[in-house]
């Protein structure tokens, strides 16, 4: 089973040109939509009566979740006349949706945590619109590429910009944006805004946490309903054991897999097996090798930004494995559990208290909650507390790094990209709720390792909608009571995970396959950098990249990874640039 996959050109304000009408691809399906708009789909189409179709997989908001494959008239109707309001109130899911108004302007909605990729560019009047670049009419023959200024940006933060991506002219829908086509005039806005969640400064009391149990369990319910065999990547952390405890409950088959290094720190054999055995499922275990890794190509082609982790290659050979060997229907991790469950390690609960008046004793117990989560002491966070206090209005909220950038082409990026729309900030929300939503967005935009064409679905079930509503109702002291992180979630699945997975407070990762790879590759990537398309382009500061290899010693700690995700955009870059 492949990912779902459209491809749709809508014209403005004359008929859509021929070329535009023929078929795509030999797997897509036309949708009659009218004759300015050439729609084309995988079999995972729900269509809105003769108005518009729904692409991907919707769920119903009722309990339990259900699996929408048809809607029945008056459903239809009250989507085509309530349009986006009934979407994103009714239902839930990873899906975009095309959708034709009595003026047949054409509307495409992106479901409010972009499950379902979207990416568009304009040619000559025509919106073409995709869930992935790299295929026609995406390609570099096609007159697609790099946009520098863009790029420059995304290395400083890759979660600063909004729709801009760093293909030039090609834009991303972003998650729980509408995309209106009309004559002579497109137009984006928001429908759904995590703020309309979040915890404000004077609300009604939070949810009980055995409601986002049901919640959680359910939205993983639905998902497994989906496929017959779903392949699931584990570490044996809370995130992954939640997915793994949501598919036990279920009907399907799973395939557990666990990705291991050979230092301390990423091998999490042991916790992983925990949890395969307490829920009676096989684990299978893949190593990181840097014989998976060539750090001179892109780390996933074809896409509108670079990955820039390289330990990713080896994930996506580990993938290739698993698909060798049995049908699987479906890929899911635990991404994004760290941000929905709001892993915050700073003195903003404090802050969150002191805005909402609480008492002295309760500022008091938040600060000791928090003083146990760091493993500080009360005289160091009161430090803290007092300099972000002082600050807070005027610091920079969302600092990036410009290490080895050069600073002019940032700004020059950073005047031409709009930034991304969660980023403004809500002068009724509490800083903690701001955060908890930022962290979110930063969870958000992995489109998967392989191409939709030829691979199934990735998910991230605590991505979806339920669970994110529900999660920033909460607000953030709640999240280390009793001086445990993330403890709303620890403390509603007590009774649902291993004792030792709730207790687990800490998790390995590929930290030290990225510094391996980087001493067995580091005058590789040092000639790669200092001879391409970056460091032409000015967004490479080439003196100190020439300060780089003359001592080893004094090489930063963190320089190796940021110098293999510069490598990874270099050779990304180089990848888009015309033959």
């Given at each position: 089973?492949?990912?779902p996959r459209y491809f749709a050109a809508i014209a403005q304000?004359?008929?859509?040109?021929?070329?535009?009408?023929?078929?795509?691809?030999?797997a897509l399906n036309r949708v009659d939509l009218g004759e300015?708009?050439?729609?084309?789909?995988?079999?995972?189409?729900?269509?809105?009566?003769?108005?518009?179709?729904?692409?991907?997989?919707?769920?119903?908001?009722?309990?339990?979740?259900?699996?929408?494959?048809?809607?029945?008239?008056?459903?239809?109707?009250?989507?085509?006349?309530?349009?986006?309001?009934?979407?994103?109130?009714?239902?839930?899911?990873?899906?975009?949706?095309?959708?034709?108004?009595?003026?047949?302007?054409?509307?495409?909605?992106?479901?409010?945590?972009?499950?379902?990729?979207?990416?568009?560019?304009?040619?000559?009047?025509?919106?073409?619109?995709?869930?992935?670049?790299?295929?026609?009419?995406?390609?570099?023959?096609?007159?697609?590429?790099?946009?520098?200024?863009?790029?420059?940006?995304?290395?400083?933060?890759?979660?600063?910009?909004?729709?801009?991506?760093?293909?030039?002219?090609?834009?991303?829908?972003?998650?729980?944006?509408?995309?209106?086509?009309?004559?002579?005039?497109?137009?984006?806005?928001?429908?759904?805004?995590?703020?309309?969640?979040?915890?404000?400064?004077?609300?009604?009391?939070?949810?009980?946490?055995?409601?986002?149990?049901?919640?959680?369990?359910?939205?993983?319910?639905?998902?497994?309903?989906?496929?017959?065999?779903?392949?699931?990547?584990?570490?044996?952390?809370?995130?992954?054991?939640?997915?793994?405890?949501?598919?036990?409950?279920?009907?399907?088959?799973?395939?557990?897999?666990?990705?291991?290094?050979?230092?301390?720190?990423?091998?999490?054999?042991?916790?992983?097996?925990?949890?395969?055995?307490?829920?009676?499922?096989?684990?299978?275990?893949?190593?990181?090798?840097?014989?998976?890794?060539?750090?001179?190509?892109?780390?996933?082609?074809?896409?509108?930004?670079?990955?820039?982790?390289?330990?990713?290659?080896?994930?996506?050979?580990?993938?290739?494995?698993?698909?060798?060997?049995?049908?699987?229907?479906?890929?899911?991790?635990?991404?994004?559990?760290?941000?929905?469950?709001?892993?915050?390690?700073?003195?903003?609960?404090?802050?969150?208290?002191?805005?909402?008046?609480?008492?002295?004793?309760?500022?008091?117990?938040?600060?000791?909650?928090?003083?146990?989560?760091?493993?500080?002491?009360?005289?160091?966070?009161?430090?803290?507390?007092?300099?972000?206090?002082?600050?807070?209005?005027?610091?920079?909220?969302?600092?990036?790094?410009?290490?080895?950038?050069?600073?002019?082409?940032?700004?020059?990026?950073?005047?031409?990209?709009?930034?991304?729309?969660?980023?403004?900030?809500?002068?009724?929300?509490?800083?903690?709720?701001?955060?908890?939503?930022?962290?979110?967005?930063?969870?958000?935009?992995?489109?998967?390792?392989?191409?939709?064409?030829?691979?199934?679905?990735?998910?991230?079930?605590?991505?979806?909608?339920?669970?994110?509503?529900?999660?920033?109702?909460?607000?953030?002291?709640?999240?280390?009571?009793?001086?445990?992180?993330?403890?709303?979630?620890?403390?509603?699945?007590?009774?649902?995970?291993?004792?030792?997975?709730?207790?687990?407070?800490?998790?390995?990762?590929?930290?030290?396959?990225?510094?391996?790879?980087?001493?067995?590759?580091?005058?590789?990537?040092?000639?790669?950098?200092?001879?391409?398309?970056?460091?032409?382009?000015?967004?490479?500061?080439?003196?100190?990249?020439?300060?780089?290899?003359?001592?080893?010693?004094?090489?930063?700690?963190?320089?190796?990874?940021?110098?293999?995700?510069?490598?990874?955009?270099?050779?990304?870059?180089?990848?888009?640039?015309?033959?």
């Open positions: 089973m492949t990912a304000d004359r008929p859509l040109p021929q070329h535009y009408a023929s078929q795509p691809d030999p300015t708009v050439s729609l084309w789909t995988t079999d995972h189409l729900i269509k809105i009566g003769d108005r518009g179709a729904i692409i991907g997989h919707l769920f119903t908001r009722s309990v339990p979740s259900r699996r929408i494959s048809m809607l029945d008239r008056e459903t239809a109707r009250r989507i085509v006349e309530t349009g986006i309001d009934s979407l994103t109130t009714n239902f839930w899911g990873n899906y975009v949706v095309f959708l034709r108004d009595a003026d047949n302007n054409i509307t495409i909605i992106r479901d409010p945590l972009g499950g379902l990729p979207a990416y568009w560019r304009e040619d000559k009047g025509v919106i073409l619109i995709a869930p992935e670049v790299g295929a026609y009419p995406f390609r570099a023959i096609d007159g697609v590429t790099v946009e520098f200024s863009a790029l420059a940006v995304h290395l400083w933060d890759v979660h600063a910009a909004g729709q801009r991506t760093c293909l030039k002219g090609v834009n991303e829908l972003l998650p729980g944006h509408a995309l209106r086509v009309g004559q002579c005039i497109t137009s984006v806005r928001s429908i759904w805004m995590p703020w309309q969640y979040a915890r404000k400064a004077k609300t009604a009391p939070f949810p009980d946490p055995s409601a986002l149990t049901a919640t959680i369990l359910d939205v993983i319910s639905a998902w497994s309903g989906c496929f017959d065999t779903v392949a699931l990547g584990i570490s044996g952390g809370l995130d992954s054991s939640i997915v793994s405890a949501g598919l036990a409950r279920a009907d399907g088959a799973i395939r557990l897999y666990n990705m291991a290094w050979s230092d301390p720190e990423g091998d999490e054999r042991n916790a992983a097996q925990l949890v395969a055995d307490e829920y009676g499922a096989d684990l299978e275990i893949f190593h990181y090798d840097r014989r998976d890794v060539n750090i001179c190509a892109p780390n996933v082609p074809g896409t509108a930004r670079p990955f820039l982790a390289p330990y990713i290659q080896s994930i996506a050979k580990a993938h290739d494995k698993i698909l060798e060997t049995s049908s699987v229907d479906a890929m899911m991790d635990g991404d994004g559990g760290d941000a929905v469950f709001c892993l915050m390690q700073s003195v903003t609960p404090i802050i969150d208290r002191i805005a909402s008046r609480a008492s002295l004793s309760a500022i008091w117990t938040t600060a000791k909650d928090l003083a146990s989560v760091t493993n500080s002491d009360i005289f160091r966070i009161s430090r803290y507390l007092a300099a972000r206090m002082f600050k807070y209005p005027s610091r920079q909220s969302y600092p990036g790094d410009d290490t080895f950038l050069s600073r002019e082409q940032i700004d020059h990026g950073l005047s031409a990209v709009d930034s991304h729309p969660w980023r403004a900030r809500q002068v009724d929300l509490l800083p903690g709720s701001q955060a908890h939503i930022w962290m979110i967005r930063r969870a958000l935009g992995n489109d998967g390792f392989h191409s939709r064409r030829t691979h199934p679905p990735l998910i991230s079930p605590l991505l979806s909608q339920p669970v994110v509503e529900m999660c920033l109702a909460f607000p953030s002291w709640e999240w280390i009571a009793g001086g445990i992180d993330r403890s709303v979630i620890r403390r509603a699945l007590t009774d649902v995970l291993p004792a030792a997975i709730v207790k687990r407070r800490s998790k390995g990762g590929p930290s030290g396959f990225l510094n391996h790879l980087y001493w067995l590759n580091e005058s590789k990537i040092l000639a790669h950098l200092r001879s391409g398309v970056l460091a032409e382009a000015g967004v490479l500061d080439r003196e100190k990249l020439d300060q780089i290899g003359r001592n080893r010693n004094a090489i930063a700690p963190g320089t190796p990874r940021r110098l293999l995700s510069l490598v990874s955009a270099e050779s990304w870059a180089r990848h888009w640039m015309p033959a």
